[in-house]
């Protein structure tokens, strides 16, 4: 089974892109973020021509998540049970896993915008409430797999120059630490099961050819439970749609499971 997790940063602009790496790729379940388009306007049939189901939440302009799978997804729950947020950043949904089931959760952590502003201490206060949920979640379901812009790169290895992020939002200490209490409940970063190459990173800026100088940041992340640590083979970065025409700022990463 293969699970992949890709920021669009719009659906609606990337969609023939989503379609193409789908048809290139096929994965049994692609989480998306920033769909940017209303709940109504998802683009579902476009989805179900190439064989693929999906659950989603929309929002007008900003967020917005997804799950497109290759078989229907049951049990759908969107945003975090008890906080109270009008921001669409999270669906979960059970499929099969082999003579088992898997729940699959589409994530997109809030940026923070600026140490210390307001989005920032949303952005620390969203981590907490995210953290209770995935606690009560575990219990309920032993394969999990909680993909999603994190927005957070956990080490210094997963920035391009650590010293001239040092403090800055997606690497202060307090956004680590967040990240690190979902990890502490038992999940594992799938792409630091194995061994990677040096400066591996799944976001670069638009500006000053980031891409090009491979000047990034690796804040999208597969984070599994236990049992499907045991099961994964592989996790992988795919570069290849940053060098699209009109690409997103962010690029697929794909984590292949035994079931």
Known sequence: ?????WNVNSLKVRLPQVLSWLETNPVDALCLQELKLDHDKFPLQAFADIGYHAGWAGQKTYNGVAVISRQPGADITRNIPGFEDPQQRVLATTLPFGSESIRVISAYCPNGQSVGSDKYQYKLSWY??????LQSEMQRYPNIAVLGDYNVAPADEDVHNPEKWVGEVLVSEPERAALQSLLDLGLKDAFRLFEQPPKSFSW???????????????IDHVL???PLVNACTQCIIDKSPRGNEQPSDHTPVVATLRT
């Open 128 to 133: 907490e409430a995210f953290r209770s949920w």
């Open 204 to 218: 670069w800026d638009y500006r000053m050819n980031s891409f090009k100088r491979n000047a990034g940041v690796r």
């Open 224 to 226: 599994l439970s236990a």
């Open 1 to 5: 089974m293969k699970l992949a997790t």
